[in-house]
């Protein structure tokens, strides 16, 4: 395995950091998928014992991001189209339902900070800024997240946000990007009008238009 830009750890939630470490690694493809995970080695990179990594490992088995191949070294998991066709189906439900619980209660803060958070992602795209333009998305749609005041929402995405994400990073497109820019403008004007219906078809639309757009040829297929 090629080493990558791993640090020593210097603080005690060795599991956590190795996790979120690794996570990141392989969200943002600097792991590739398909690409082999040896936890002695890893642990050497990290400067700490193999339990971590191996606990690690496991979680991440857990969330589909690596998985282990009987008789072989554990690797990173490919990236599969009807996986991810699931993933949007599953994350695109649960979207609409934070929006429909947030609607009613979305503040002109928050209204403006979804807007400004569009701006950010538009500003990412036509940079081609694949990394900030996925985390301008994804601070637009945390707004209806927090404003929906249901962690179990929250919780549940967490458990396939990240394939989603590495999807996008493998298959990004400013053209169709820009997309989700106007579905976002659409969103917002909903939500001004207290169109709660609206706001929640919308959000589920641009959920549901992004996997179709990514989900046709992932990497590693």
């Known amino acids: 395995m090629m080493k990558h830009n791993i ?11 190795v996790y979120q470490t690794l996570k990141r690694a392989i969200v943002h493809l600097e792991l590739k998928p398909g690409e082999r995970l ?11 014992s193999r339990t ?3 606990e690690a490992l496991k979680r991440l088995e857990d969330e589909g991001l690596v998985e282990a191949v009987p008789g072989s070294a554990t690797r990173v998991a490919p ?3 009807e996986e991810a066709r699931h993933a949007f189906t599953v994350t695109a439900a649960l979207h609409a339902l934070a929006v429909k619980l947030s609607v009613p209660s979305l503040t002109e803060a928050d209204l403006q900070e979804l ?13 081609e800024d ?11 749609h945390r707004v209806f997240l927090h404003a929906s005041e249901n962690p179990e929402i929250t919780r549940a995405l967490e458990k396939i946000v990240s394939k989603i994400y590495r999807l996008e990073m493998s298959q990004f497109s400013s053209v169709s990007s820009m997309k989700s820019v106007e579905q976002h403008k659409r969103i917002i004007e909903a939500c001004k009008q207290k169109d709660t219906d ?24």
């Open 38 to 48: 040896h936890d002695q080695e890893l642990a050497a990179q990290f400067g700490i």
């Open 79 to 81: 990236l599969k189209a």
């Open 198 to 221: 609206a706001a929640v078809r919308l959000a589920e639309e641009n959920w549901l238009s992004l996997g179709e757009r990514l989900a046709g040829h992932p990497e590693g297929e």
């Open 130 to 140: 694949i990394v900030a333009a996925i985390e301008a998305d994804e601070a637009f």
């Open 7 to 17: 640090k020593p750890l210097k603080r005690m939630s060795f599991r956590e950091e």
């Open 52 to 54: 971590p990594v191996r």
């Open 115 to 127: 807007e400004d958070c569009n701006n950010g992602l538009q500003h990412a795209i036509e940079k």
